[in-house]
């Protein structure tokens, strides 16, 4: 079998995985990570016995798939020099800052016809993974993703950052196009927006309600879908998933019975499943799940979100002003 031979542009938190995953696949060379930190760049490198850059361009002239993990407003010119230069790329979520840049990105690669896969990770959560077969024909999504205060990752909006997972998991588990949205959110300790929720009513009726939080106590990945004659319980974090069908037989409170099902996968890697897929992808010329057209569907609605919280803060704060002024 071909080697793949690939490398990871920006090493921080993300990147260092990255470069992990890739150096314990088989058939993949791991040629060299890229930073713009060189103390970072060397010692990723050392750790995964690759070479090390400071200037990303000069290890795209050495490799055929990079995975691009560089902060979010770099995606873009990091993209596009990568396609460019005629190399395949996993580019991270959210996949560019704008519509734009992403049409950009999708035409470039389908123009050289190249790979461009976006790193929506949860996609490949083999929790995720066994809720496919049991979809059928889901009515109401609801869905929390509740995660404590951290550092990192607080330049953007948490709606860009943390429900951009759940949107794109919603829009390929309901096949019918998005009516409208329904928002609410607020900065609690940025800047930025930092509790959000949105409710998704789609042409068909089913409706998805999404709360994300990056200001809790505690820690929930959960998503739960409802569909007629059963109900899916995904435990995101944990790797689980509960599948629970009804049958025709009553219960003498009224309720049928029921038959519930419990897998577990804890010992799976989803960033590994999600970079195997990648060098697969990259090894038989395929088009990804993930690729660009998804990544900038689930884009165009988080920026719907984001624009329509953003029209509500607006409103609220004109509003107290014109309050302040009568007083």
Not at 197 to 226: C, H, P, Q, Y
Not at 232 to 247: G, H, S
Not at 255 to 273: Q, T, V, W, Y
Request: with cysteine; aromatic share 6%.
């Amino acid at each position: 079998m071909k080697i793949i031979k690939a490398g990871v542009i920006g090493v921080g938190y993300l990147g260092r995985f990255h470069a992990q995953k890739y150096q314990a696949l088989e058939d993949v060379e791991l040629v060299g990570v890229a930073d713009v930190d060189p103390d970072r760049a060397r010692q990723v490198a050392a750790e995964c016995g690759c070479a090390h850059f400071s200037d990303y361009k000069e290890l795209l002239d050495q490799v055929e798939a990079v995975s691009i993990a560089v902060p979010t407003s770099f995606h873009h010119q990091v993209g596009f020099d990568a396609l460019s230069a005629g190399v395949d790329i996993l580019l991270e979520k959210p996949m560019t800052v704008t519509l734009a840049e992403a049409d950009e990105l999708i035409g470039l690669a389908e123009k050289n016809k190249l790979i461009l896969q976006v790193g929506h990770l949860e996609r490949f959560n083999p929790a995720v993974l066994a809720m496919k077969p049991f979809l059928t024909t889901p009515v109401f999504i609801e869905s929390d993703r509740i995660s404590s205060f951290k550092r990192r990752g607080v330049d953007v909006d948490v709606v860009l950052d943390l429900m951009i997972h759940d949107i794109d998991i919603i829009l390929t588990i309901i096949d019918s196009p998005l009516k409208t949205i329904h928002t609410v959110g607020a900065p609690v300790v940025t800047d930025t927006t930092d509790i959000a929720n949105a409710r998704l009513i789609f042409e068909n009726g089913a409706t998805a309600n999404i709360t994300v939080s990056r200001v809790s106590l505690t820690n929930v990945r959960k998503m739960r879908v409802f569909q007629p004659g059963s109900y899916i319980n995904v435990d995101f974090a944990n790797k689980k998933i509960m599948t629970l069908q009804l049958e025709d037989e009553l219960l003498e409170s009224g309720m049928p019975k029921h038959s519930k099902e419990i897998k577990s996968f804890a010992g799976e890697d989803a960033l590994l499943n999600e970079i195997f897929h990648f060098v697969d992808h990259v090894r038989s010329r395929t088009r990804p799940d993930v690729s660009g057209v998804e990544g900038r569907r689930a884009l165009e609605v988080v920026m719907q979100v984001m624009e329509q919280i953003k029209q509500h803060q607006s409103l609220e704060l004109f509003s107290k002003i014109q309050a302040a002024a009568v007083k």
